[in-house]
């Protein structure tokens, strides 16, 4: 019998992220512990960071990836660094997706 390759999602490794790091997973604004991620390939959120005031108009802003989860109950965002999760992937061997 051929085995199955059970593939991991994107989902997959937010969500155990969220377990291993996370010590407080209540909501800050609700109190309950049940959150959502949004489904793929739409995971990361690109936001616009400002940079250092001196630098020209033209190149003061940057995007910089987050991974958006929400609570179910409440609807309260939390944002995680992209890249502090994409490092905690690649030291488990986890597969970098985009």
Known sequence: MAEI???RSLLDDVREFIEEKWKHSECELCGA???MVYP???VYAYLLA???KNVPQ???HSTVPYVPVSCVNCGNLRLIDARTFEQWRSERGLKARK
């Open 50 to 52: 400002a940079s250092d």
């Open 40 to 42: 793929e390939p739409n």
């Open 5 to 7: 390759e059970v593939q």
């Open 33 to 35: 512990d049940r959150w």
């Open 58 to 60: 033209a190149y003061s």
